[in-house]
């Protein structure tokens, strides 16, 4: 993760925050892309989830390649008077992005400058072996948008990790997903993990399948996504879904992740 080059207290790149009010502002932290479109798409859900919290200060930051950074963000929160925050990790599995790197942002955060107290959220994802009814729906939605209204298997397209239990995660999510159909659902990873879009789509196919469809289980548009609709098409998947973005659902499911720790103090 990289280190915020920052003065002690000082709000970064982030601008001046507002100062505190009755509401604990929220950050929502990213993984961070090369691709601008990935910032565009987190800076839109921020503006969605804050419409949704009248009053609320609602601050996107990144963990890579886009700034500012929570830790960033988080110090220039402390500096303008906020005694708490609620920060909500944008992912969804809970890897070593959010074991390792959102933690040691917290704490690199509150080692200088005015005290502050962070509550770190549960990712987007699954928790635990519950899959969130809104995450199911906003899938459904992007694959409704996409033209899937017709097909007899999907495959649930992720970004990839090599931790067992976040494959395990997606695993869950593929299966409700699947079920909610009536028809099997399979996993592929752009990256880290196999099998990828493209040996998904075609081993279904292989199997039976005449219409098999991709649901993109990815945040953001960038390179991965594009990858992994390049892939499918070639294998014959006869359509992919967008990335959740912006969509109600999405920004639902993260206002689930606020609620508890981020009622108004008065």
Do not use: K, N
């Not at 973005?245 to 103090?265: G, K, M, N, Q, S």
């Amino acid at each position: 993760m990289r280190t915020a080059r920052l003065s002690p207290g000082g709000p970064g790149r982030a601008g001046r925050p507002p100062a505190a009010t009755g509401v604990d502002p929220v950050v929502l932290v990213a993984h961070g892309s090369r691709d601008p479109r990935a910032a565009v798409a987190t800076r839109a859900l921020a503006e969605a989830v804050a419409a949704a919290r009248p009053g609320s200060v609602v601050l996107p930051s990144w963990l890579d390649h886009t700034e500012p950074t929570p830790v960033e963000v988080l110090r220039g929160l402390a500096a303008a008077g906020h005694p708490r925050a609620v920060l909500v990790p944008l992912l969804l599995t809970a890897a070593y992005h959010r074991r390792v790197d959102v933690p040691a942002a917290v704490a690199e955060a509150g080692a200088a400058g005015p005290p502050m107290a962070v509550r770190v959220t549960d990712v987007l994802g699954p928790v635990g072996e519950v899959v969130d009814a809104t995450l199911l729906a906003g899938l459904r939605q992007r694959l409704a948008e996409a033209g899937a209204d017709r097909f007899d298997a999907l495959v649930l397209a992720a970004a990839g990790t090599r931790d067992a239990r976040a494959r395990a995660s997606v695993g869950r999510v593929a299966a409700v997903l699947g079920a909610s159909y009536g028809v099997p659902c399979r996993v592929a990873y752009a990256s880290a993990a196999a099998p990828t879009t493209g040996t998904a789509v075609a081993r279904l196919r292989a199997a039976g399948a005449g219409r098999v469809a991709v649901s993109a289980y990815f945040l953001a548009p960038g390179l991965f996504h594009d990858a992994v609709t390049a892939a499918a098409r070639e294998a014959g998947a006869v359509a992919v879904s967008a990335p959740l973005t912006d969509t109600a659902d999405l920004v639902r499911l993260v206002l689930t992740r606020i609620t508890p720790a981020a009622l108004p103090t008065g």
